[in-house]
């Protein structure tokens, strides 16, 4: 169909990037479920198969050029067009600061910030010789306030916000508009796969049993998690509303601590965090 929109979606191999390409498909998006492993692409490309979308799967990983620029290249020949990017790709690193080292660090940045600035670039010379398209940026509600352990992925996630509402007005002359999406906790692999510095593992580390304590408390807030199928709604809307709003919180605690962190101040808020986390 030549006036069917195009979307590409990172990191659809599993939770919110195959929800939301799933969602997309279904809803008449020639979508592209990009992912680093093809091999993990069976399941979704059963899915597709079965329900007959248009729903194809491209190899892209978000922390090499060469990769990006490869992906983009294939969907903008295939596709002709990209009129909604995705960036959903990401991970968290817990530990005390003085545990992470460097390259811990550094590779969180290069997934959580640089990867999306990086499909961006590729993907914006597109959208802006079209005059259209969104942007949907997958910050986090971490991305407004911080707990205790997690400085390299709240300092991601804030990246995301500043990073998003500053190309908002950049790209706004050109009819592309940028969405932020603030997921409260989503029942993904994000909390099983959540990276812990390696020596904040050690018992020696003066940080370990505070990170023990966070640990557990993160489970039990994971039990309340709400399914990827919420957010992937919520981008729909998104994308399908004529004026998006800039920022959509997803999940009742998401919502609850955004209120909290605009109502409080920042010393009531980080009592409100350090009483969450006894
Ligand atoms: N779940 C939550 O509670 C929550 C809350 C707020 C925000 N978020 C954010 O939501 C986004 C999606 O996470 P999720 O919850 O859906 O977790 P998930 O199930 O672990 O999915 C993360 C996805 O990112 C992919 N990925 C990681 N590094 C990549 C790279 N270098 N290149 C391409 N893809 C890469 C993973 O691929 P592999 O399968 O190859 O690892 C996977 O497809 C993340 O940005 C996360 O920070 C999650």
Avoid at 44 to 64: F, G, Q, R
Avoid at 101 to 107: D, F, L, N, P, T
Wanted: hydrophobic share 40%; no cysteine.
């Amino acid at each position: 169909m030549a006036d069917q929109k195009v979307a590409v979606v990172t990191g659809s191999s599993s939770g919110m990037g195959y929800e939301t390409a799933l969602a997309l498909a279904r809803n008449g998006f020639r979508t592209y479920a990009t992912m680093r492993n093809i091999e993990k692409a069976k399941t979704i490309t059963d899915v597709a198969k079965k329900e007959n979308l248009s729903l194809h799967t491209v190899k892209l990983d978000v922390t090499d050029e060469r990769s990006v620029d490869d992906a983009i290249k294939i969907i903008k020949s295939e596709a002709g067009r990209i009129d909604v990017l995705v960036n959903n790709a990401g991970y968290g690193l817990m530990g005390a600061l003085e545990d992470l080292s460097m390259s811990e660090i550094k590779a969180q940045y290069e997934t959580n910030v640089f990867g999306l600035i990086r499909v961006t670039q590729a993907v914006l010379p597109t959208m802006r010789e079209q005059k259209s398209g969104i942007i949907v940026n997958i910050s986090s509600i971490g991305g407004k306030m911080a707990i205790p352990l997690q400085s390299p992925y709240h300092g991601t996630k804030f990246a995301v916000e500043g990073l998003s509402e500053s190309i908002a007005y950049d790209l706004e002359p050109f009819g592309i508009k940028v969405v932020i999406i603030e997921p409260g906790a989503i029942k993904t692999n994000f909390d099983t796969g959540m990276l812990v510095a390696k020596k904040n593992q050690n018992p020696s580390s003066p940080y370990y049993n505070s990170m023990r304590k966070l640990q557990s408390s993160i489970n039990s807030h994971f039990k309340n998690a709400i399914p990827p199928s919420k957010v992937a709604e919520v981008i729909l809307n998104a994308i399908t509303t004529p004026n998006p709003s800039l920022r959509y919180t997803v999940g009742e605690d998401a919502a609850l601590l955004a209120q909290k962190r605009k109502e409080l101040s920042d010393s009531e808020f980080q009592k409100l965090v350090l009483d969450f986390f006894k």
